[in-house]
């Protein structure tokens, strides 16, 4: 009951702050609708630019295992962290530092939104503090324009997936790509039921969540 | 042979209690164990540990937090943890026998979810504090299954492919 609310509450969030952004982008700014150069069929060597949305705990920690084994060529990397959250910044910078010493590149940055639902937040504030986060997400999304977003929850991923759907709405090439905790083996998480119908690939850690969800992908156990 | 008792982050003196008391303290000796570390947490234990009688051939050693706790996992014959996820991939992945304690506050978190599968799947035995003693007796931690090791280069091909890089 309380996650249908809280799912609820996202969506009323978002779509609140949606039409404004929405329509006033459509009207001043069309420079987004550029070609897509990279067609799959040809093999690419051009560096991907990749969004890493580090959740918190335990989220950071099995995103961060994730970026750890990907290769230099998801370059730069942007990440966002909740305001709130000292421990995944201290985490990044570790996984960085040692990525450092095999490429010799900086080759990321970090940038903070505040967070959009607290653990056991009331479904009304969390329509405000969603509101919120929102308002930060899309311009940092449209900044960096990254072409991929990697996300794995909790609730901060929701407005910058929004902001990164909109960006494919206007043609950039991006992929959004959500990977459901091990935490999760019989039900998607509040932000995995949200984006199931908007991530270009779920990715989930358990056969049996895979057969409830067929829409999204089981490769394996990730972490 | 020792055991290590770790309840992360969180805390869960209720653990910590049932892994000192006298009949768990006797079935670990009888286990052939003679050494028991504890990482306690945040919880409010550290004190009542200190006035533990001094044991014959049995050590107890404890600390709240570390950075990394591998080190306790690796040179342990047991592992005895809270339900969450990161202790649970990581004395797995250290092929370490482990006893998950369930929390009964968290009761219906789906939390508890990763135990329960993996429990499913014979990688760990699990019980709550009440149960603890006659579970940590009845338990052949040779039966379990080893976990098998992650292979981080199923979600970089994955990847590779979805952008095209092969």
Known sequence: ?223 | MSVFVTVGTTKFDNLINTVTKYSAIKAFQDLGYNRLVLQTGAGKIQKELDQLEELDKFTVEHYDFKPSITEDIESASLVISHAGAGSILETLGAKKPLLVVINEDLMGNHQLELAYQLYRDQHLYYCECSTFVETLKSSDFTKLKPFPDKKPKLFVDYLDNLLGFK
């Not at chain 1, 970026?67 to 990440?79: D, E, I, K, Q």
């Not at chain 1, 590149?105 to 056991?120: D, L």
């Open chain 1, 1 to 223: 009951m309380d996650s249908e609310l809280g799912v609820i509450a996202v969506l009323i969030a978002v779509v609140v702050c949606l039409v404004p952004i929405f329509s006033i982008y459509f009207s001043v700014n069309r420079t987004c609708k550029t070609k897509n150069p990279n067609v799959t069929s040809t093999k690419r060597t051009k560096p991907a630019s990749v969004m890493i949305i580090a959740g918190s705990g335990g989220h950071t920690k099995e995103i961060l295992s994730l970026v750890s084994s990907l290769g230099s060529h998801y370059s730069p990397r942007f990440y966002v962290i909740a305001n709130t959250d000292k421990m995944s910044q201290q985490k990044i910078e570790a996984l960085e530092a040692e990525k450092i010493k095999i490429s010799n590149k900086m080759e990321y940055s970090i940038h903070t939104i505040p967070r959009s639902r607290e653990v056991r937040q009331s479904w009304l504030t969390t329509v405000l503090s969603t509101a919120y986060a929102t308002l930060y997400s899309f311009p940092l999304v449209f900044r960096l324009k990254p072409e991929v977003i990697l996300c794995n929850g909790p609730g901060t991923c929701i407005p910058l997936c929004m902001a990164g759907l909109v960006l494919k709405i206007f043609g950039r090439d991006l992929k959004i790509v959500y990977a459901e905790s091990i935490c999760r083996v019989e039900t998607l998480s509040l932000s995995g039921k949200i984006l199931y119908y908007v991530a270009d690939s779920l990715l989930v850690q358990w056969p049996s969540l895979h057969q409830k969800y067929p829409g999204s992908t089981y490769i394996g156990r990730l972490v």
